[in-house]
């Protein structure tokens, strides 16, 4: 016996992710219901490589009573409309944007590292799925920290353009033709020209000069993994389609031999470590995509503090970063709560 499951937000880059992955995965489904904007309405989307399709249905008028799970890959300003609106008819919301992250009654959830957390989620019958940088940092730290204690934490991440969504690598797409054809390059997404270029701002200035992605990484590791650890984020986008990096510098209050850390990513759920000294023994952004781990690699120690270590991570931020967290949340709802049979 299998869940009624409804993908909101099914024509964007998530939600056809969370649609594959859901099949991949081979989540017991006994229905499932494609929704989106009106913009949309009537048309189809493809439920994995099943084979079936999808008729996308108005999110205006959709009734969530006898649905047991609703996916939302929206927006927050949709998401704030419909989804107290699925939660009161019963169905548990699972939420990938910003709106309920900071909300105390809200869990924030990532099943490799706070699964318990899911067990509040009958507050407002709401869980959060983090922010896409934070997801596999969070992955990469806890076996960490469960081992040496982290004390501080600075990051430097590389983001995809996908993380803007379609018109984020649309815009990259066509910057970089432009310039080879010789045309006059537009920028409409990004502040500044993305192909061939780096832009150290992501999301909205705040008044300490940092940016909401920044405050997002640091907000959402503390409520993930531990409120004492200390942390530090500069965040970029980068002319690259799909995959977050981050180089990643950590501080420990015990020892921690880069041999022993590599020893631990190595079992860790959710993580692959690649890292040979020599050329091309780590992993790229272009090597993860499609995949559902965190790839780790140049572990290595930081003789400038005491206990330190810096690492490179990677990760589809797509998958592990949106739509495959949110699916393995509805996995461990499933067996915590959700019993079916």
């Keep these: 016996m299998g869940y009624r499951v409804v993908v909101v937000g099914a024509t964007g880059n998530v939600g056809r992710e969370m649609l594959n992955i859901l099949a991949e995965r081979e989540f017991p489904i006994d229905e499932i219901a494609a929704v ?14 099943t084979g079936k399709m999808l008729k996308v249905m108005n999110i205006e008028n959709f009734d969530f009573t006898g649905w047991d799970i609703a996916l939302f890959a929206a927006g927050s300003a949709p998401t704030k409309i419909h989804a107290p609106r699925a939660a009161a008819a019963g169905c548990v919301v699972i939420d990938n944007s910003s709106l309920y992250r ?21 507050k407002r019958n709401i869980i959060a799925n983090p922010n896409c940088s934070t997801a596999q940092l969070v992955v990469t730290l806890k076996p960490l920290h469960d081992a040496a204690v982290i004390k501080r934490v600075v990051v430097a991440t590389y983001q995809s353009t ?21 045309d006059e390059v537009s920028v409409s997404k990004f502040t500044k020209q993305i192909a061939f270029n780096v832009i150290p701002h992501i999301d909205v200035f705040l008044d300490d000069g940092s940016t909401k992605e920044e405050w997002k990484m640091v907000v959402e590791t503390k ?10 984020a500069t965040c970029v986008r980068v ?5 977050h990096s981050e180089a990643v510098n950590i501080e420990f209050e015990k020892e921690l031999s880069a041999e022993d850390a590599q020893n631990i990513l190595r079992e860790a759920p959710g993580v692959m470590l690649v890292d040979k000294r020599e050329d091309g023994g780590y992993v790229t952004p272009i090597e993860c995509v ?39 949340i509805a996995e461990l709802l499933g067996r915590r709560h959700l019993k079916k049979g």
């Design 223 to 232: 409520k993930i993994l531990d409120s004492k650890i200390k942390l530090t």
């Design 36 to 49: 989106a904007s009106s913009r949309s309405q009537g048309s189809e989307v493809e439920f994995g490589d």
């Design 162 to 182: 996908s993380g803007a969504g379609k018109e984020g690598m649309d815009e990259l797409f066509e910057q970089s033709r432009a310039i080879f054809v010789g």
């Design 239 to 243: 002319p690259v389609f799909v995959g």
């Design 102 to 122: 900071m909300d105390p009654d809200v869990p924030l959830i990532v099943p490799e590292v706070n699964p318990e957390a899911i067990d509040g989620y009958k």
């Design 290 to 328: 499609g995949d559902f781990a965190t790839y780790v690699s140049r572990v290595r120690e930081d003789s400038t503090v005491e206990n330190g270590l810096s690492l490179w991570c990677v990760s589809d931020n797509l998958r592990k970063g949106a739509a495959l967290n949110a699916v393995q």
